[in-house]
């Protein structure tokens, strides 16, 4: 059984897996490419201060 489109919730097409066609795909696409979606970011425990790497060696 195929699951269905994220985009239009269709059954999904296996050409264009996981979505049902490529107007969908296409879609989704642009949704990345113009921000739309977005991973988090987890930010550092950085106190602000630079690391310093010695040069005693």
């Given at each position: ?18 979505f049902c066609s490529k107007r969908c795909a ?32």
């Amino acid at each position: 059984m195929s699951k269905a489109c994220p985009i239009c919730d269709k059954p999904a097409d296996p050409a264009y897996r996981p979505f049902c066609s490529k107007r969908c795909a296409d879609v989704d696409l642009q949704r990345w490419l113009t921000g739309g979606y977005a991973i988090p970011a987890v930010e550092g425990d950085d106190d602000g201060e630079e690391r310093r790497v010695s040069d005693d060696v």
